[in-house]
């Protein structure tokens, strides 16, 4: 196959990222970058001289590209993304994919109507350490699992147009969905808007799955220490991924409590605590969004669905959707319609 020749829409913080990766592989062609501002543009032009610069992303449309990566605040996803599928693009799409369902459900409609790619930039699902903790989860090496737990906290950086929950907690959603391959039936959340009125700087999900299994999601921008973390606790072992640390990313803890059987008898009634081993497995690690990028390029290639689909996009906004729902109920559990 021909090199796939991609645009990127929109070069701010995560744009250059997406744009290095997609003018390194060499399956692809950076042909074009499209931002609003003319900044930005300047700092596109001098790393990239030969990629075709515009303000205007409907100029892409003339350029005989393959695939559009939109990189833009996530308002403005739903209406290029359409315009892209219109224009006979394939679309990979940054998280999160829309901020209703309703758009989501369209834009899925549209690329299979049109048999093109959509494809949603939920980087972590190409994260070698992530994939490391769901095969610990399905080879049952950690035993029945009790409960999941994430933390992606930091200081900023603040936005007015979005809040914490839309931002970082996609991120979360995502590793979830793709650790418990589950749908959650219910969440219950709290926001805090601390710094500016109406916009959650602070929030706390409570995610319900199949079965009980219970999962904790906490995000914030108004946090001292970076953290940025997933704890499994199962019933044989409980694993942690930090991805703070440069080496050890996954800690395996050969840690746990077993109950003992019932029994009247006073003093008879002890815990037996295991504390073993704490295993640093060793993880090839390859930068993610260099495999997320691939993964867009192959799945075109080979016209299968990307693991990232729109739908995996959908599911992300229908539980962040019913989360704002739950804020707004004073934290009243929200069942989520699928
Ligand atoms: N996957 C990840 O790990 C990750 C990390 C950071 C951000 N993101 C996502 O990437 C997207 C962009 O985030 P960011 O932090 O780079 O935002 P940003 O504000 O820094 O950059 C967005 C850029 O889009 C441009 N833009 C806005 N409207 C446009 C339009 N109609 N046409 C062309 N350009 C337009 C802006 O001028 C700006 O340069 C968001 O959806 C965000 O959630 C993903």
């Not at 998280?95 to 959509?118: F, H, Q, V």
């Not at 995000?219 to 694993?239: E, F, H, I, N, Y």
């Not at 006073?266 to 497995?281: A, H, M, V």
């Amino acid at each position: 196959m021909d090199a796939l020749k991609v645009g990127i829409i929109g070069y701010g913080y995560w744009g250059p990222n997406l744009a290095r990766n997609f003018y390194e592989l060499p399956t692809s062609d950076l042909v074009a970058v499209a931002d609003r501002k003319e900044d930005q543009l300047k700092r596109a032009q001098s790393k990239y001289p030969q990629v075709k610069l515009t303000n205007d992303y409907q100029e892409l449309f003339k350029m005989g590209l393959d695939g559009v990566v939109i990189s833009t605040p996530p308002k403005t996803h739903f209406q290029i993304a359409k315009d892209c599928l219109l224009h006979d693009l394939h679309v990979l799409i940054e998280k999160p994919m829309t901020l209703n369902s309703r758009d989501g459900e369209e834009l899925i409609e549209l690329a299979e109507a049109r048999g093109l790619t959509l494809m949603v930039g939920h980087t972590f699902e190409y994260n070698s350490a992530v994939q490391a903790l769901k095969k610990y989860i399905e080879s049952r090496e950690l035993g029945d699992l009790y409960y999941l737990d994430t933390a992606r906290l930091n200081l900023g950086l603040f936005q007015r147009d979005s809040n914490v929950l839309w931002d970082l907690a996609p991120h979360d959603i995502s590793i979830l969905l793709y650790l418990l391959d589950k749908k959650p039936v219910s969440v219950s959340a709290q926001g805090m808007p601390c710094v500016i009125p109406g916009i959650y700087d602070v929030a706390y999900l409570n995610l319900i799955f199949p079965d009980n299994l219970t999962a904790y999601v906490h995000v914030s921008w108004l946090d001292p220490c970076k953290v940025r973390r997933v704890t499994v606790v199962g019933s044989k072992k409980m694993a942690v991924y930090n991805d703070m640390e440069s080496e050890g990313k996954i800690k395996l803890y050969d840690k746990g409590i077993d109950a003992p059987d019932y029994t009247n008898g006073f003093g008879e009634f002890q815990y037996n605590y295991r504390s073993g081993d704490i295993t640093i497995p060793n993880i090839h690690f390859a930068e993610p969004l260099r495999e997320e990028c691939m993964h867009f390029i192959d799945s075109i290639a080979n016209h299968t669905e990307p693991k990232s689909s729109g739908h995996s996009g959908l599911r992300v906004t229908k539980i962040l959707e019913a989360a704002q729902r739950s804020i707004a109920n004073g934290s009243m559990h929200e069942v989520i319609q699928w």
